[in-house]
């Protein structure tokens, strides 16, 4: 038997979650299963975004410096 | 540098004249004996021959003997002077001799980065081994005067993705933040010595000095504080050299290239460094530049000429070293610098396709060996033994070859009893076998006493326990002989290709290095089988010729025959982890354990498989993390190919980008982010959501760190 659009939604929005860093508490699952319902009530067409932009989760990562400044020289060539 | 410094520092203009004097009595001294010991052994094989020289073909073989007894020698007189400057105590003129060990303990440390060159190699091992260096730098206490810099030119996504993950991940688990860095050119020109240049020209003023590390590399905390120190107190020295032993074999050519690299390198870079002393060479890691008069004097042209001789300069380590002489600075190998380190390649193949780009770089050398302009006699020298180790192999080649001619033709053609058309008597061919026993036998002598002569300086240091023993020391030192006389010949044939190839410009990939797998059979046959019918037909020949010839050619054909099963099982890893626990080619990290190799191996990304471009575009937290890294696209590259890019990319799943589409689209922020968005949207039966919906079964609680 083929899967929902709910069913596999549902299971993306918990993966992509739990893939987030975040901890699937029973309090996260009933957000998750109140914003699917929420979203559901619209019948968006991107029922995954609709029900990630309700939980809002903050899966942000702190900015990161990949090099120091710049402190710009110059390479002499010289003779062979 | 300080005014304390200033004092403790000493007078470049005072040392140089002090080591000067010596490096000229010792180099005398070596060609005397290198040049006394080769006119002994010519005159003898002179007389070996059967016209004594006679005639062209006997001419040829003379002179080809002639160089190589004479790079032999140069090999055995080196190893003598070391194990002779070992039992003495080491050399006096040495920098790590020229100062009180609390003296150098309590200079102070100046701005140093210790960067890292990366090029496609295997993540978990390149970034691992640098947050060993990391922690063990971090255990001196020290570390607030180094940063570290991983320099990458991979061009593949599933490589580079990896790297920067890992990099973020030992930032976090290291704290390293705001010290350890990570840049990828997205233009690799030059190779190393350009990947090297733009850390130079971006961050290079802001350091004293630079330590180089390779791939492979590891280095303990306290050497990398001592080699600052070292600089710090003798501010003529440009570069300083350590002399890297091979650590973490596995399969039973890496282990005995690390038995024979800790039991006799210590012999040959003590007698080398006392050779070349203020004017040795750089062998491209494990060591430290002074940054200014590097970059004021070090930049690498082009070579101007043709073929081979024309374009970017390949192994810039030597060419480096040499320029830096040039400008007035001296380079140091210190073979009392301990605790470096490098791997080696893990199978002969792998260890011949290094030797294929190796050979080119070195051959490559000969142009600025003979053109460059005011170069220290003695960095020619240098170059010239580069290229020796290389163009020694078909020089032998060629050498058997006249033996062949040489043979058949006292065999199968009439003797000529009077070349000379104006000789009064006749020309009476002579073999003298006692003769050529002895010749070979001295021969043989020059190339194994240096191994015993290293045997006899662990036994003589009480080193024997770290290699496990007298009794399998003795037992160990003689299967690496075995060994390497059955590869010598292997190595001989692919180098003498090598050398050809590169004299005539053959385009060669330059790819990073394998360092972990096993030869397949099919491998082995593939690369070895023309070898091994060159051995075979050789040795029938010289039986149908005649069987004392067939005899003489054995100890050549045989390894050359067997080249493919030689090669297989050298690389196994079974045989080498057996023989380990049995305790044989022993070194003294597998003996006593290694800190600094435990760090490496309990690593933080040895736990965790870093994402490549599927998982990058995935995982939520890698693709941030790659979002938040990316350069946004300007200019030439328009939004609308991006987008074309995304699209062509949902619809057909990963494959239908190639490599250098992915990397556009990896690149750019906005479109990886899109990317990521639209393959959590995408229909459970396209490519995407196929893949997304196994990795959601395969791994429901899987988190990313």
């Known amino acids: ?80 | 540098m300080s005014v304390a410094l200033d004092r403790l520092a000493i007078a470049p203009q005072t040392a140089h004249r002090r080591w000067w004097l010596a490096a000229v009595a010792r180099r005398t001294a070596l060609l005397l004996l290198v040049a006394g010991q080769t006119a002994l052994a010519a005159w003898f094989m002179l007389s070996v021959l059967p016209y004594h020289g006679g005639n062209g073909v006997e001419i040829g073989m003379l002179v080809l003997f002639a160089v190589l007894f004479a790079w032999i020698s140069f090999g055995f007189w080196i190893a003598v002077a070391g194990f002779v400057l070992r039992r003495l105590g080491g050399d006096r003129h040495s920098l790590m001799r020229r100062q009180d060990a609390a003296v150098l303990a309590a200079t102070p440390l100046a701005r140093t980065a210790i960067i890292m060159p990366v090029y496609h190699e295997s993540v978990e091992r390149s970034l691992g081994g640098l947050s060993a260096v990391y922690r063990s730098l971090e255990r001196t206490g020290r570390i607030e005067h180094f940063d570290f810099f991983i320099l990458s030119d991979s061009r593949d996504p599933d490589v580079w993705l990896r790297e920067q993950a890992a990099w973020a991940q030992l930032c976090d688990e290291l704290g390293a933040a705001g010290r350890l860095f990570y840049r990828r050119r997205t233009l690799n020109l030059n190779y190393k010595s350009g990947n090297v240049g733009d850390f130079l020209r971006r961050w290079g003023r802001s350091y004293s000095y630079m330590i180089v590390l390779d791939a492979d590399s590891l280095m303990g905390g306290d050497t990398l504080v001592k080699m600052v120190q070292l600089m710090e107190r003798h501010p003529g020295v440009g570069i300083l050299q350590t002399s890297p032993g091979l650590l973490n074999g596995r399969s039973l050519f890496a282990r005995t290239q690390q038995f024979s690299s800790q039991l006799y390198g210590p012999l040959f870079t003590t007698g080398l460094a006392a050779v070349q002393m203020g004017e040795a060479v750089f062998w491209g890691h494990n060591a430290i530049l002074r940054t200014a008069p590097f970059m004021a004097h070090c930049g690498l042209r082009k070579l101007p000429g043709w073929g081979l001789f024309r374009g970017p300069i390949m192994s810039h380590d030597f060419v480096e070293a040499a320029y830096m002489g040039r400008a007035g600075h001296e380079v140091w190998l210190e073979p009392g610098l301990a605790d470096s380190w490098e791997e080696s390649p893990p199978s002969l193949v792998d260890e011949l396709t290094r030797d294929k780009r190796w050979v080119k770089g070195n051959m490559q050398h000969l142009w600025l060996m003979l053109r460059s302009r005011k170069l220290h006699f003695a960095h020619r020298m240098a170059f010239l033994n580069g290229i020796m180790s290389y163009l020694a192999s078909p020089l032998w080649l060629a050498f058997l070859a006249l033996t062949t001619v040489t043979t058949t033709r006292l065999v199968l053609w009439p003797i000529d009893y009077f070349p000379d058309q104006h000789q009064l008597f006749p020309l009476w061919p002579q073999w003298q076998p006692y003769r050529a026993v002895t010749l070979v036998t001295c021969t043989l002598g020059l190339l194994f006493t240096p191994k015993f002569l290293a045997l006899a300086d662990a036994l003589l240091t009480s080193r024997v326990k770290a290699f496990g023993g007298v009794v399998r020391l003795v037992g160990s030192v003689l299967l690496e002989i075995l060994i390497s006389t059955l590869l010598a010949p292997i190595r001989m044939l692919s180098h003498s290709r090598f050398v050809m190839e590169a004299l005539f410009n053959v385009e060669l990939r330059w790819a990073g290095q394998n360092r972990t797998s096993e030869t397949g059979w099919l491998q082995a046959l593939v690369y070895q089988t023309p070898g091994a019918v060159l051995g075979l037909s050789w040795a029938l020949f010289a039986l149908w010729l005649k069987p004392m010839f067939f005899y003489w050619s054995l100890p050549v054909a045989l390894p050359l025959i067997f080249a493919a099963p030689v090669s297989v099982i050298l690389s196994r890893v079974q045989l080498g982890q057996w023989l380990r626990r049995r305790g044989w080619m022993m070194t003294g990290e597998e003996a006593f354990g290694s800190r600094l190799l435990e760090d490496m191996q309990h690593n933080p990304l040895a736990q965790t498989a870093q994402p490549g471009f599927c998982e990058s575009v995935i995982h939520p937290r890698f693709n941030a993390l790659q979002v938040a890294l990316g350069r946004p696209r300007r200019g030439r590259l328009r939004r609308g190919r991006l987008d074309e890019l995304v699209r062509r990319c949902l619809e057909q799943g990963p494959e239908g980008l190639d490599r250098i589409e992915k990397n556009l689209v990896a690149e750019d922020p906005a479109a990886f982010a899109s990317l990521h968005q639209q393959v959590w949207r995408a229909a459970p039966d396209s490519p995407w959501g196929k893949l997304l919906n196994a990795l959601i079964i395969r791994s429901p609680n899987q988190t990313t760190r």
């Open chain 1, 1 to 80: 038997m083929r899967a929902t659009t709910t069913e596999i939604t549902l299971r993306r929005v918990l993966a992509w979650l739990r893939w987030s860093g975040l901890d699937i508490t029973p309090q996260l699952q009933r957000q998750v299963l109140q914003a699917m319902t929420d979203a559901l009530a619209d019948n968006p067409p991107d029922l995954f975004g609709a029900c990630l932009g309700r939980l809002a989760a903050d899966t942000g990562l702190p900015p990161r410096a990949t090099a120091p400044a710049l402190s710009r020289g110059s390479i002499a060539y010289g003779d062979y």
